[in-house]
């Protein structure tokens, strides 16, 4: 096997690993033309999509090449244009010089005409046809058949994709609202124990107050304060679990966000005389994932591995990470000789409004966690016995 067909075959395994993904599909569909245009040679390679059935307009969805302000406002009308004329007669179209075809309508603001050759192909999911994609190069180029057989491949590739993408969504959605409908009541509940405890510390400043006793206010305001971060972060965890993917993965290095998190643990760490010991593998490759996003899900694991741990117990967490080459995966592993988790909690232990910490927890924080690193893609699981303490395995594709 060649090398150049080696490559070939491993950007389409990249693209068929998207299928079932439970990424946001304009996230996948960046990394789908970046990797198109690698294969292909090319420097421009896009996907226009319909927005819907009754949409007959085709949408710019996602440019590698192109300019980028353009992507959400280029359109074409059904048969016009060659990406119009292409899903209009569902047929690959293949030029050596498009601008010179009667067909060729350039994108406004896009520079197409400095492109000579041009591949496009309609996107088909069984009869339908939901959009197209186009690749283009700036010399007068005819392309080969094994080129042409590639790209007819990958938009097969693609096509999948965008179903799988848009069936799994429409689960997510109905998902939601019945997990809403469940937990109301639950969010209800956990709301007004705050209140109870926020009134409490509320009648603590006032009788300080009217006594002029400063110890008895500030002890009311405490038992205050301490309720409204548990507000503010139960807004914010119900905000992560329900609002709408929206993912801006970049390439970057776990390693980098491991340390930055740990970095700002030590302190805590310390207090609770708790031992940290990271052990980073530095043959990591590089990954797409949001940092931002990424470092929300760590963050809550590596403070629930140190809440594990009970205060009359000298505390260790090991942080390791590795790359799993046969799977493909960067894994990253969180160990803590915590007290473990029961046998009767463990498969609970994902589940929204479930804690083991008592008052001390909401029982999102996890929630949130398993579906942000499912959005990227990935997958979560643990390891625990009672007084044993407990192993959380993140793996992430590479």
Known sequence: MTQNHKNNLEILLTISNYVGSVMELDDILKIIVEQTSIAMGVPVCSVYLFASESDRELALRSSHGLNPDIVGKARFKKGEGLPGWAVEHGEILALSDAPKDPRFKPLMDSNEEQFHAYLCAPLRIQEEIVGCMTTRKKEIYKFTEDEITLFETICKQVAIVIEKSRLYFQKVNAEKMAIVSISLSEIAHYIKNILQSMRGGSWFVERGLQEEDLEKAKNGWKLLDKSTKKISNLVENMLNYSRSTNLRPERGNINALVLDILQSLLDTAKERNIEIQPELSQKIPDIYFDWDRLHDSFLNLFTNALDAIPEDRKGLVIVKSRYDKEKKRVVVEIIDNG??????????????????????????????TKKIIEEHSGRIWFESGENEGTRFVVELPA
């Not at 473990?340 to 927890?361: A, D, Q, W, Y």
């Open 339 to 368: 007290q473990g988790v029961p046998e009767e909690n463990k498969e609970k232990i994902f589940h929204m409004f479930f804690s083991t910490k008592g008052r001390l927890g909401t029982g999102i924080g996890l929630s949130v």
